[in-house]
């Protein structure tokens, strides 16, 4: 849900339903019904997404309706939008009881001024930044983090389809969590995941990903735990990234991780 014509969460829906594949099922309101301006239309189009130019339901609608939703998340820019605290208060009136309500502070392309090629250059970075939101979020509903520090383990459990940016996303959020230390293991599990889009160009991308890491966070040991085939690939992640001392292996149950991790 966003402020204005709701073309911010018209983009969301659109990377969240592609990107999920058919594991969630995303939707998109407005607060001020309006035609879509032909800013934002083409750098979707760019993505490949043909973005709609009418704009979605407006909130109150969905509410009349009864809609049902697990989380609603506020697009709107906290600084920037006058609007943006009342609509906030307003989401959580209709929608905080039935629903987690989350905020993502994105700027509107309504706001964005200069030449066509700068505001063009602002577009791309909204586009973007609401794409990261999403593969964030994306990441976090179908990820389970466990870290044990008795261990020196971090459990992380993904499923659902694992696109590239997914993944990214998961090592980034486990990496970054305040309980990771550096040195800490890292056992990654799969559960009823789908490792599809593990082809030759995905792992050189996750293995170039792992390089903007300082050598504490790579020098350790990984274990997969999983129940196919994908071991060749789980491998070369780490055989690209050739600056990474990282010892890997693949079990096929959780006890065998374990053991070898704590070895």
Same mark, same amino acid.
């Given at each position: ?12 829906? #659109? ?20 035609? *879509?301006? !032909? ?14 130019? #009418?704009? +979605?339901? +407006? ?44 905020s993502w502070s994105i ?22 930044? *609401? ?7 994306l990441a976090k509903i ?33 990496? !970054? ?18 490792? !599809? ?41 780490? #055989? ?15 006890d065998e991780a374990e ?5």
């Amino acid at each position: 849900m966003c402020t204005y014509n709701g073309v911010r969460s018209r983009i969301a829906e #659109e990377f969240a339903n592609r990107i999920a594949h058919e594991r969630i099922e995303a939707y998109s309101c407005c607060f001020d019904p309006g035609r *879509i301006d !032909s800013l934002p239309i083409d750098v979707m189009r760019e993505t490949g997404i043909e973005l709609p130019a #009418e704009s +979605p339901k +407006p909130v109150f609608a969905r509410y009349k309706e009864r809609n049902v939703f697990d989380y609603v998340i506020c697009l709107c820019h906290d600084v920037l939008t006058e609007q943006c605290p009342i609509f906030k208060r307003s989401v959580d009136v209709l929608f905080a009881k039935m629903a987690k309500t989350i905020s993502w502070s994105i700027p509107d392309f309504k706001k964005l001024s200069g030449t066509e090629e700068k505001r063009k250059a602002g577009a791309r970075k909204i586009r973007d930044k *609401i794409k990261s939101k999403v593969v964030s979020f994306l990441a976090k509903i179908d990820m389970d983090l466990r870290i044990d520090e008795e261990k020196n383990i971090a459990y992380i459990g993904l499923s659902g389809v694992l696109s590239k940016e997914i993944i990214f996303s998961a090592f980034d959020l486990t990496v !970054s969590d305040k309980r990771y230390k550096k040195g800490m293991g890292r056992l990654w599990y799969f559960k009823d995941a789908d490792l !599809s889009s593990l082809d030759s160009e995905t792992v050189s991308g996750l293995g170039q990903h792992l390089l903007k890491y300082s050598p504490g966070i790579n020098d350790v040991k990984v274990a997969f735990v999983t129940n196919k085939n994908i071991d060749y690939w789980l491998t070369r992640i780490y #055989e690209i990234s050739s600056k990474a001392m990282t010892p890997i292996q693949v079990f096929r149950s959780m006890d065998e991780a374990e053991t070898w991790m704590m070895e």
